[in-house]
């Protein structure tokens, strides 16, 4: 099988790569910048145009669409348009080329984000009736842009007309692996250095998925070819940031974490050119649909989930 991969040189595109080639899957990852990789044949493209590599996706059997800028960043005018554009100009650029293709991959998974729904403390957010953002009165700013660009990117992606290829827009919560910088790291890096308490109030959900977890759950969806528009890959059991903190202090032996405020995080964003929203957004999600189609989930609770991964990183 030839998997293409635009944007696939960061840490979930890593995590798709390993497991591919794992299986013996031919890889070629799309990249703005030229690397040398062992585990995968990588061809330039710029993200936002026509090229020669739109060749790599003509015959292709699976097309993932990983693109798109770093949201780990402030949120300026230029992060923003950079945000904004990386995604919907490499999703239609994508379109553009499947629809050119003699053979075009049967399946397109293109990436999308769980933020897309509201703010979540009273009740969980599936496909079906789930409330997407961007509507609340009370929300901050930068979380609506957040929204407005997932919208937008799910937008282009289904205007696109592929009556030979079948679309899913993964609605992707964090993706938990034990790679270096990945966002786990930097979760347990906090409790290693006896920083890990509760975010804000604690309150707040954390939607999240093992990595094992989402690398079965691609491969499910490529499978299955009655599963079309969007679909969230979280674990179906979301956790406060309280207790989801405290986990990760268990596993890692750290009994204590002092709490971080709303105050001390927006002045640690401001040092680490990061956003709160990150961490301050309730984000609860379930996987409706991949749980309805027969999916079941490795590591549904982040207790065992956090065990697994501290001790991969501990070795």
């Known amino acids: 099988m030839k998997v293409v991969i635009p944007g696939g040189t960061g840490q979930v595109g890593a995590i798709l790569t390993r497991a591919f080639v794992r299986e013996d899957h031919e890889v070629v990852l799309l990249s703005r910048s030229q690397t040398t990789r062992k585990d995968a044949r990588v061809v330039l493209w710029d993200g936002s145009s026509a090229g ?34 990386s995604r919907v100009n490499s999703t239609r650029a994508l379109g553009e080329a499947v629809a050119a293709a003699a053979n075009p991959p049967p399946v397109w998974l293109n990436a999308s984000t769980a933020t897309i ?40 992606f289904f205007a696109i007309d592929t009556p030979r290829t079948r679309k899913v827009a993964m609605r992707s919560a964090m993706t938990m692996s034990p790679d270096r910088g990945g966002v786990f790291d930097v979760m347990l890096g906090l409790v290693r250095v006896g920083l890990g308490g509760r975010n804000g109030s604690g309150d707040q959900f954390v939607s999240w998925v093992h990595e094992q977890d989402f690398v079965r759950a691609v491969n499910f969806l490529i499978e299955h070819d009655d599963i079309d528009g969007t679909v969230n890959i979280c674990s179906p059991n979301p ?30 964003a401001v040092f680490l050119r990061t956003e709160t929203e990150l961490i301050l957004k309730s984000r609860r999600v379930v996987p409706r649909r991949l749980q309805e189609a027969g999916f079941e989930f490795q590591y549904p609770g982040w207790p065992e989930a956090v ?9």
């Open 239 to 268: 956790m406060r940031n309280r207790e989801f903190m405290h986990q990760i202090r268990k596993a890692w032996g750290m009994p204590f974490g002092p709490p971080a405020f709303e105050w001390m995080l927006e002045i640690g």
């Open 307 to 315: 065990g697994e991964l501290v001790s991969r990183m501990k070795r």
């Open 117 to 156: 729904y509201r703010h979540a403390l009273d009740r969980p957010m599936d496909e079906i009736d789930g409330e997407l953002g961007g509507n609340e009165p009370d929300a901050p700013e930068k979380w609506n842009f957040s929204i407005d660009v997932a919208k937008a990117w799910e937008d282009t």
């Open 52 to 85: 020669d590599w739109a060749a790599e996706v003509d015959g292709a059997d699976v097309l993932i669409n990983l693109a798109g800028y770093t949201v780990n960043c402030r949120y300026n005018k230029e992060n923003r348009e950079r945000i904004m554009s």
